[in-house]
């Protein structure tokens, strides 16, 4: 079932994929599987959040987190911290979606998870553009665009469209040379040189207090 969720999200129908979600959840709690109630739970609030319903969204990770840590399932863990990074990114709270990001995509960067990786580089760029930092912003977002090309297509059509308006914004804020030249030099960089690239948008890997203030 967790497939066929997966599956209507990647085609943008958000809510078939929390209707799937929901029945398995069900059957998992009723057979006390944990670790698969985690990870339902986590996808149920990404197909909340990708439907828009950020209120939602967070209350279903909230549930998930103290079950993936019970299970020190680590992956999950960060997972939702790169979750909490939108959240907080969309708020404006340019800080702690800074960090958010930047503690997950060092956890991410080591186990060579790309999928994730990008995706976490992309957020700093948006947390770059909100700033006003466009040309970090374009290299950050280059950089994610060169893994998300390298891998076969996984982004949701909401994330898709969040990640090409950044683009545009960088595009908006800078003259054409200096877009093109910033883009140029991200689609350049290795992952060790975005991650330090985005270090300048975040200050530290302790993710320790701020899981605590996620939790439900």
């Known amino acids: 079932m967790r497939q066929l969720g997966i599956n209507e999200i990647r085609v943008g129908n958000y809510a078939a994929a929390i209707a799937v979600f929901a029945e398995a959840l069900a059957i998992w709690r009723r057979r006390g599987a944990q670790r698969e109630a985690a990870w339902t739970l986590e996808m149920l609030g990404e197909a909340y959040w990708l439907l828009g319903d950020g209120a939602a969204a967070t209350i279903y990770w909230a549930e998930s987190l103290p079950l993936f840590q019970s299970m020190s399932e680590e992956f999950g863990v960060m997972l939702l911290l790169h979750h909490w990074g939108q959240v907080e990114r969309i708020r404006g709270n340019l800080d702690a979606a800074a960090h958010n990001y930047g503690c997950a995509l060092d956890y991410f960067s080591k186990l060579d998870s790309p999928y994730s990786v990008s995706r976490c580089l992309a957020g700093l760029g948006g947390v770059a553009l909100a700033r006003g930092h466009a040309e970090r912003a374009a290299q950050l977002l280059a950089a994610a665009?060169?893994?998300?090309?390298?891998?076969?297509?996984?982004?949701?059509?909401?994330?898709?469209?969040?990640?090409?308006?950044?683009?545009?914004?960088?595009?908006?804020?800078?003259?054409?040379?200096?877009?093109?030249?910033?883009?140029?030099?991200?689609?350049?960089?290795?992952?060790e040189q975005a991650m330090l690239l985005g270090q300048g948008e975040h200050d530290t890997f302790d993710s320790s207090h701020t899981l605590k203030l996620y939790s439900a």
């Open 145 to 191: 665009y060169r893994i998300f090309d390298s891998l076969p297509p996984f982004l949701a059509p909401a994330d898709e469209a969040d990640y090409a308006r950044l683009v545009q914004g960088a595009r908006t804020a800078l003259d054409d040379t200096t877009f093109r030249v910033a883009w140029e030099a991200g689609r350049e960089l290795s992952i």
